[in-house]
């Protein structure tokens, strides 16, 4: 079966950085990624999709990157700031079917 | 527009005891999933419904259960209820699968005592 791996350690990081994230997967190479930040006692918050065929995606100060034969995916915010202190999670379709897949998240802590 | 609603947000039950938690999707959208977050283990798949049938379904026991009606609000249940389903439990719509990404509610949280 699919395994999705992120690192389980918090990322620490100074205001105004850049904070990147890592998302392994095994098996099969999905059609596309996704990423989502969670807060403290609420649901996931869809960010970006990325597809096999894209390399890289933008959205404001995150920027995705999906490398099918390493089979990962790197997840950025430039310039960060206290607000994105959060736990990012990154997701993908399972083999066979629509349902979706999510890794255990990897929490980051911008420090002031 | 309104986002996805669960109700309730917190709830307290004993064991043994059996419990039903109601999702209300984005208006307009088919595909209803539920997930079970826990600490140790992530967000973990319970089953999808589209156009009240189930497409999919995860790999838990048989006293979870869910339905979809006809106007695509979800509706999931648990029996005989034990420690370890102590959770967040999660809905997620979008309108026909994940590819354009999911909503998600605020969730409710379990807690079995």
């Known amino acids: 079966s699919q395994k999705i791996e992120q690192n389980s350690e918090a990322l620490n990081i100074q205001e105004g950085k850049t904070a990147t994230l890592t998302c392994n997967y095994t098996?099969?190479?999905?059609?596309?990624l996704q990423w989502y930040r969670q807060d403290p006692g609420r649901g996931p918050v869809f960010l970006l999709l990325?597809?096999?065929?894209?390399k890289e995606k933008r959205k404001e100060r995150l920027k995705v990157t999906f490398d099918t034969t390493l089979k990962q995916s790197l997840f950025h915010i430039t310039a960060s700031q206290p607000a994105d202190s959060a736990t990012y999670l990154c997701?993908?379709?399972?083999?066979?079917?629509?349902?979706?897949?999510f890794g255990k998240g990897n929490q980051v802590v911008v420090i002031p | 527009k309104a986002g996805v609603t669960q109700t309730p947000r917190y709830l307290i039950k004993t064991r043994g005891q059996q419990v039903t938690l109601s999702c209300s999707p984005i208006?307009?959208?088919?595909?209803v999933s539920w997930y079970q977050q826990t600490p140790g283990q992530g967000l973990q798949f319970l089953f999808e419904?589209?156009?009240?049938?189930?497409?999919n379904k995860g790999n838990f026991p048989g006293r979870f259960s869910g339905r979809q009606f006809s106007n695509s609000r979800s509706e999931m249940n648990v029996s005989t209820l034990e420690l370890g389903d102590s959770a967040l439990y999660l809905c997620?719509?979008?309108?026909?699968?994940?590819?354009?990404?999911?909503?998600f509610g605020s969730g409710t949280r379990l807690t079995v005592v």
């Open positions: 419904y589209f156009s009240e049938t189930q497409r």
């Open positions: 990325i597809r096999e065929n894209e």
């Open positions: 997620a719509s979008s309108l026909a699968g994940s590819e354009g990404g999911y909503t």
């Open positions: 098996n099969y190479s999905p059609a596309y």
């Open positions: 997701a993908l379709p399972s083999y066979g079917n629509n349902r979706l897949a």
């Open positions: 208006s307009g959208h088919r595909s």
